[in-house]
C-alpha cells in the first residue's frame, strides 16, 4: 500500500503552466495600470520578473521534476519581488491618497491590481516554501519531508466516511499543488484569516498576517475611496 500511495505522488513532477500562468497574469495587470497612477518601475520591475521566469521554465519547462539550489533562490526571489514591489506600490498609493488623489476609477483599478497581485505574489511563496517546495513534496518520503507549514483538509479527512477519506493525504498519497495555493492565498486575502488550511509554523503565520493586513488596507482604504469618489 505505501508502495503504491508513493508511486502516486511521485510519478510526475507538478504541471508548470498554473504558477507560470500566475506570474504572467501578474505581470500583465501590473503594465496594463492607468498611467496616472504611481506605481514603481512600471516596466522594470515587470522586465525582471519575466527574466526569472524565463529561467526557471528552462529549468523545468512543463514538469516539476527537478530543482537546484539556484532555482529554489530565483524561483522564491521571483515570488518575494512580486509581493515586495506590490507592498511598496500599496504604500505610495496611499501616501498619494493625502495629495492629488487620482479619480475614483483610476483608484479603482489600481485597488484591484493590488489585491490580484497580492494573492498570486504570496500563493508563489506559500506553494515554495510548505514542505521544502513542489519537488520536494512530489519526490521526497514524508518521513524525511520538511515540516508542513500549513495544514490542508486533506491531512485530516483519513477518518472520515469512505468517499472523503479516499482522497485524504494518507490513504492516497495527496500533496498540496498550486492551485492549493491559489485558494489559500485567495481565501486568507478575502476573509482576513485561515478559513479551512490553518498555518503551522511561525513563519507561515507572519507571512499569512502581512496579507491579510495588506488585503485589509486595500478594502479599507483604497476600494472605499474610490467608491465614494464614484459615488460623489
Do not use: H
Not at 497574469?25 to 526569472?52: H, K, M, Q
Not at 496611499?94 to 479603482?108: D, F, K, Q, T, V
Amino acid at each position: 500500500m505505501e508502495d503504491e500511495r508513493s508511486r502516486r505522488r511521485t510519478a510526475r513532477g507538478e504541471n508548470r503552466l498554473p504558477p507560470a500562468l500566475a506570474v504572467v497574469a501578474a505581470l500583465v495587470v501590473y503594465v496594463l495600470l492607468p498611467s496616472s497612477l504611481p506605481f514603481l518601475g512600471r516596466f522594470v520591475i515587470p522586465g525582471v520578473e519575466a527574466l526569472l521566469l524565463v529561467a526557471l521554465i528552462v529549468t523545468n519547462p512543463r514538469r516539476i521534476t527537478r530543482q537546484t539550489r539556484w532555482s529554489r533562490t530565483i524561483s522564491i526571489g521571483l515570488a518575494v519581488l512580486v509581493i515586495v514591489s506590490n507592498l511598496l506600490s500599496l504604500g505610495l498609493l496611499i501616501a498619494e491618497l493625502s495629495n492629488n488623489a487620482p479619480s475614483g476609477e483610476n483608484l479603482l483599478v489600481g485597488a484591484m491590481q493590488i489585491w490580484v497581485t497580492n494573492v498570486i505574489g504570496f500563493a508563489l511563496l506559500f506553494w515554495e516554501m510548505d514542505r521544502g517546495g513542489p519537488v520536494a513534496r512530489r519526490n521526497m518520503p514524508r518521513l524525511n519531508m520538511p515540516a508542513a507549514d500549513w495544514r490542508f483538509s486533506q491531512d485530516e479527512n483519513q477518518d472520515t466516511v469512505p468517499e472523503v477519506r479516499r482522497s485524504s493525504s494518507e490513504l492516497s498519497g495527496w500533496v498540496p499543488v498550486f492551485i492549493d495555493f491559489l485558494y489559500l492565498s485567495v481565501t486568507n486575502s478575502s476573509a482576513f484569516s485561515p478559513t479551512d488550511t490553518m498555518p503551522l509554523t511561525s513563519r507561515a503565520k507572519v507571512l499569512m498576517a502581512i496579507q491579510a493586513t495588506a488585503a485589509l488596507l486595500v478594502s479599507l482604504l483604497l476600494v472605499a475611496r474610490a467608491v465614494g469618489s464614484l459615488g460623489g
